[in-house]
């Protein structure tokens, strides 16, 4: 049966040979309005001629003929002639899942503060290739329409970053072993960044304190007694970065006081730690990342909490 996309044509009614096809295309040559000239509709026709085919099982092959993507037609190499709009969105959909590339954001080395430059990531374009693929003609090479992903946090945020949101410094006391470890466990948390939305996890920043990682033995509160531990002092150090969460005015997400009374912050102002028991955690719930810095500066624990030099708070600039 002859057909063309264009102009559509089809071919002309078989002929029966017998006298009772005559009279029956007189017929309905005969039911026709006198406004139409007596003549049926086109409507009638492709109907009737959409029944014929039904019997014949010939109509989703119309159907993709009429509606589908023109023959040969290849969509980064794989073919797409005769696909219906479903099934090409379907195609591209699963195309655009398997070859999305997130963004490499910024970050900062620890210790050394340095940043990395950020990447921007790739993605595919479902809807505009959809309807590349459905407009192409036929025989055509389509590529897939990309789209840049650009990274939230850039070089450039993070070289802004130079507004304090909170502050707070410690006297430093104890033995030199203990100075160590908050000297140890500061470096490993400064210069550490928080997006927008994350975390910090005290233990996660640090790892696990052990004499591999550069950690001595010094007195640790254990109940009602100070015992030796590896990482004794690291206490000092994560109750002076919840007060420095405290003065950003940062969600804190967990926290737990000490057994025993401290003197390096006010009471009720302490966050205790202890490895793979209690942890001290706090959200970065402004619009921006933050970065933590601490070090020690004379006989003093300093530990700030820095954000864009734009306010992204509701916190008090500095």
Known sequence: MPFRRSGHRFGQPPHSGGAEAKGALAGRRGTGSKKGGGRPGGRLLVLALLLVLAAGGAVPRVERLLFGVRPGVTLDGQPMGGLLPAEVRARVEAMARARYRPPREARVEPKSGRI?????GEQIDVAATVR???????????RAVRLPVEPRITARLLRSMTRVLGSY???????????HNIEVGAAAVDY???KPGEVFSFWRALGEPT?????????????????????GGLCQLSSTLYNAVLDARLEVVERHGHSLAVDYVPPGRDA??????????????????????ARIEGW????????PAQASHGGPAN
């Open 300 to 307: 003093q624990l300093h530990v700030w909490i820095l954000g």
């Open 272 to 293: 205790t730690v202890a490895w793979d028991m209690l942890d001290f955690r706090f959200r970065n719930d402004s619009d921006g990342p933050i970065l933590v810095r």
């Open 192 to 194: 550490f960044l928080v």
């Open 169 to 179: 410094r410690t006297w430093l006391e104890g033995s030199w072993e203990r100075v």
């Open 132 to 142: 590349t693929v459905l407009d192409a003609p036929a025989g055509s090479r389509v």
């Open 116 to 120: 990395l430059a950020e990447q921007p």
């Open 211 to 231: 004499r591999e990682r550069g950690y001595l033995e010094a007195p640790v509160i254990s109940g009602e007694a100070f015992v030796p531990g590896v990482g």
